[in-house]
């Protein structure tokens, strides 16, 4: 094995849960997307950050990759081991550390799910509200710079950690950021690093920004003849300042999955799929409001969620979406697009995508956070048909120089990983070169998370 004498080492003091069976391999060697499996020599289990910096030491002094692990959830194969060596897996660094109610506040290790933590500040009266659908690790979330359906109200991943505790490539341990609210010294190595992808530094802790819970909560569905006038909805909405939580669109594919998967009855049109929060009566003028807009665009089958279960079923419909595409070609995988356009450009960016799905004849439903121009279209592949992976492939590239060509980007969320990186010369053009020279200073030697979001070659 080429990184034996790194392994060892590693042995001595992990113990047992340096693990090299051919199962938890396998597991740590698949992912949710598109991309064959790749098989890391070992899955190493830290339990604090002095094991993660000494693991790390060992492997930097040996040239054995390190690639960190959360829940396993990305969808461009940001925790697959390319290069090989060891996958970090951060799950039993799962303790919340420091709830700072006064300070709307949490310190939390990257293991924690956020669920997990969800079910820790119930009773606070505090919300962390990032909501990316699955039970993502919140590593992972701020590695990947994950946002999700709460966005156009409460921010990404950037805007919700104020700090950090990281692990360089050279097993030192650095702090980033601070509790308070603002700073203005220096550069902010917080941002460098969410989203960074694991290619920078491993995340062992993070400080993070709490929100309180809403007074009142109300929700609904809303069908459209087109996809243009919901669209034109979501704009109308956004330009007159009513206040949405969530916001999202899906497409009339989509409604007929849901209807099939989940048992529903939607009309099998575009919908939006709206959330206000605030006192009890501002959340009711803003739905009020909305729904204005709604008849203006010609909207129909208005359906309240008014209670929390119904509320919390339809979040839940909508978050299983790619489940539930999967589902309805059997047998298939998905290579899942993430184009972000400005908010003036998303009709005429969804508008082409759909023409140019149709035209490839593969399946394609479109979802999407609308609120901030970001979509996605689940591509549908049969599984080891290669003439149909190529013309996904080619398919997302064209969508990805659309969003370039409309002001936009090739990721909204889902960061780059594997599945994006030959894209990335497009959008920053000799920025991109110069992320190449900011991981060869912070990772000369290439280990952490070899072959994601830039080019090492000198």
């Known amino acids: 094995m080429p990184h034996e004498t790194a392994l060892s080492e590693i042995e001595t003091f992990l113990g047992d849960r340096l693990v090299r069976s051919k199962s938890d391999r396998a597991l740590h060697g698949q992912n949710e997307a598109w991309f064959p499996e790749m098989l890391p020599d070992a899955v190493a289990y830290p339990e ?46 799962n303790r919340i550390l420091a709830i700072r109610a006064e300070d709307m506040q949490a310190v939390v290790q990257p293991g924690v799910t956020r669920r997990a933590l969800a079910r820790e500040l119930r009773a606070t009266g505090l919300m962390f509200p990032v909501d990316p659908g699955a039970d993502a690790s919140l590593g ?47 550069y902010d190595l917080t941002g460098l690093f969410v989203g960074s992808e694991g290619t920078l530094g491993i995340i062992t802790e993070l400080t993070l920004r709490l929100h309180g819970q809403p007074e009142a909560v109300t929700a609904a569905t809303c069908a459209f003849d087109d996809f243009e006038a919901a669209v034109a909805t979501v704009i109308a909405t956004i330009q007159m300042g009513i206040r949405m939580a969530r916001i999202e669109f899906v497409d009339e594919t989509t409604a007929a999955i849901f209807n099939r998967v989940n048992g529903t009855a939607l009309p099998e049109k575009p919908h939006l ?55 309805s070609r059997p047998g298939c995988i998905g290579l899942v697009t993430d184009i972000c356009v400005p908010i003036s450009k998303l009709a005429e960016a969804v508008r082409e995508t759909r023409a140019d799905i149709a ?11 609308v609120g901030d121009g970001n979509f996605h279209a689940a591509l549908l592949i049969e599984r ?4 149909e992976l190529a013309t996904a492939k080619a398919l997302a590239h064209r969508m990805a120089e659309r969003a370039l060509r409309l002001g936009g980007t090739i ?3 889902h960061g780059i990983g594997l ?24 990772d000369p030697a290439g280990i952490l998370n070899p072959g994601k979001v830039v080019e090492t070659k000198a």
């Open 411 to 413: 990721t909204g969320e």
């Open 273 to 327: 799929m709206v959330e206000f929060h605030g006192s009890a009566r501002s959340a009711e003028e803003d739905a009020e409001r909305f729904g204005e807009v709604v008849a203006d665009h010609g909207g129909a089958g208005f359906a309240w969620a008014g209670t929390a279960e119904e509320r919390n079923r339809l979040w839940r419909m909508r978050h299983d979406a790619y489940r539930a595409c999967l589902a």
């Open 140 to 186: 992972g979330m701020a590695a990947t710079r994950a946002s999700g359906t709460t966005t156009v109200r409460y921010g990404t991943m950037r805007d919700n950690v104020m700090g950090l505790e990281v692990v360089l490539a050279d097993g030192r341990v650095i702090r980033t950021g601070s509790g308070a609210r603002k700073s203005a010294a220096g």
């Open 48 to 93: 604090t950050t002095a094991e993660v910096a000494r693991i790390v030491g060992i492997c930097a002094r040996h040239g054995c990759p390190v690639t960190p692990w959360g829940a396993g959830s990305s969808l461009e194969g940001h925790a697959l081991a390319a290069g090989g060596g060891i996958s970090l897996d951060m799950g039993r660094m």
């Open 419 to 442: 599945g994006k990186k030959d894209l990335m010369a497009l959008e920053h053009g000799a920025g991109w070169a110069l992320m190449a020279q900011i991981k060869r200073a912070l």
């Open 384 to 387: 080891g048909n290669a003439a």
């Open 359 to 369: 035209a490839s004849g593969l399946p394609g439903p479109i979802v999407g956070h």
